[in-house]
């Protein structure tokens, strides 16, 4: 039974944190913050299969949330919504809690399918072109966004409070955070089955040596095609989540500096690590929220020191100051971040007994 062990703490610890939302022990904040911080897991997660597990450089990766984002919006308003886009809702909204996987997994395939479009002239190429290449995809997509004026053009895109409202209608219940647990749990296994599979022992190979790896049978590019559509359907679903906690998306959301937080989470955790990974996604997390109180604080304390004349404020861009600063001390002092490659079960091997998946 004890491999079983963290399965069932995980399903205690899903529902015990629902129902403390359930019965208002949570405030909305700080259940806003508990369903963002997943949503970077997965986030983190899906980017860890192809930058760490991989050992490709994608620098993009926030361009496929996007898609997830405006196609998992744009099914749940044609779903459970009158619109004066799409017109009547397809199915009564009563269906929403019910029909809403079905929004995710859409939102997925459109991002996984994106993700082809992009690693079939991508994966041709070698060493760091996989960077240029889902760079320039960052911006092809959001610039396709903004200007389909249908969909809002660089207005964004809103109504997916409607659908959010229609399944508390059916059900009283934090809906968000109930799919966000329900998405990281889907991540998780995902990664960890394949990279567990033989499929995923071929990743492996081709991150330690492409060359061996064809000599020894290895499909190295079929790998990478498979690797990066997964990578990118899971970021979708990450976008999904995001745009319904928020109740509305705008492509600038997803600009290249959403892609570098994807890198941060990735390599302050340790590339080839999803323990790894999964403890830098809350740190940076509650660091970013950290740091919304913080710039006001130093606002008020240098203008009662006299330090900032009148009228002049500490801006949130110094956030883009910080977190960059982050990544190049992690490179210089601590390359491999928190755990390397290994998983907690390989830091502290008496875990094992505990922790399986299964």
């Given at each position: 039974m004890r491999r079983y062990t963290l399965n069932?703490?995980?399903?205690?610890?899903?529902?015990?944190?629902?129902?403390?939302?359930?019965?208002?022990?949570?405030?909305?904040?700080?259940?806003?913050?508990?369903?963002?911080?997943?949503?970077?897991?997965?986030?983190?997660v899906s980017l860890n299969l192809v930058n760490?597990?991989?050992?490709?450089?994608?620098?993009?990766?926030?361009?496929?949330?996007?898609?997830?984002?405006?196609?998992?919006?744009?099914?749940?308003?044609?779903?459970?919504?009158?619109?004066?886009?799409?017109g009547a809702a397809l199915f009564p909204p009563q269906w929403a809690p019910f029909l809403f996987p079905v929004v995710l997994l859409g939102a997925s395939l459109a991002a996984a399918l994106f993700g082809l479009i992009v690693a079939l002239p991508s994966f041709h190429t070698r060493d760091d072109y996989l960077a240029i290449i889902t760079i320039a995809a960052n911006?092809?997509?959001?610039?396709?966004?903004?200007?389909?004026?249908?969909?809002?053009?660089?207005?964004?895109?809103?109504?997916?409070?409607?659908?959010?409202?229609?399944?508390?209608?059916?059900?009283d219940l934090p809906w968000m955070l109930i799919w966000t647990i329900?998405?990281?749990?889907?991540?998780?296994?995902?990664?960890?089955?394949?990279?567990?599979?033989?499929?995923?022992?071929?990743?492996?190979?081709?991150?330690?040596?492409?060359?061996?790896?064809?000599?020894?049978?290895?499909?190295?590019?079929?790998?990478?095609?498979?690797?990066?559509?997964?990578s990118s359907g899971l970021a979708g679903l990450a976008g999904a989540l995001y745009a319904h906690v928020y109740g509305y998306v705008n492509a600038q959301a997803f600009n290249i500096l959403k892609s570098t937080e994807g890198l941060v989470m990735v390599y302050l955790g340790g590339m080839g690590s999803i323990s790894g990974v999964l403890m830098a996604?809350?740190?940076?997390?509650?660091?970013?929220?950290?740091?919304?109180?913080?710039?006001?604080?130093?606002?008020?304390?240098?203008?009662?020191?006299?330090?900032?004349?009148a009228g002049y404020e500490i801006s949130q861009i110094w956030k883009w100051v910080i977190i960059p600063l982050i990544l190049i001390l992690l490179m210089q002092f601590r390359p491999e971040g928190f755990l390397g490659n290994r998983e907690l079960t390989q830091v502290f091997p008496r875990l094992k007994r505990w922790i399986t998946f299964k």
């Open positions: 069932v703490v995980f399903c205690l610890a899903a529902v015990a944190l629902v129902a403390l939302a359930q019965a208002g022990a949570l405030d909305k904040y700080v259940l806003t913050i508990i369903t963002f911080i997943g949503i970077n897991c997965i986030f983190a760490g597990y991989m050992g490709e450089f994608s620098c993009g990766h926030a361009g496929f949330m996007c898609v997830g984002a405006y196609v998992g919006s744009l099914l749940s308003v044609a779903f459970f919504t009158n619109s004066n886009l799409f911006y092809i997509i959001i610039s396709i966004v903004e200007n389909i004026d249908a969909i809002g053009g660089p207005r964004g895109f809103s109504g997916m409070k409607k659908t959010v409202n229609a399944m508390s209608d059916v059900a329900f998405g990281f749990f889907v991540c998780v296994m995902t990664i960890y089955r394949l990279m567990t599979s033989t499929y995923g022992k071929g990743i492996s190979a081709v991150c330690q040596n492409e060359v061996a790896a064809e000599i020894m049978g290895v499909n190295t590019n079929r790998v990478k095609i498979m690797a990066f559509m997964i996604a809350v740190a940076f997390t509650l660091l970013v929220e950290w740091l919304r109180f913080v710039i006001p604080w130093l606002n008020e304390v240098s203008h009662a020191a006299g330090l900032l004349p």
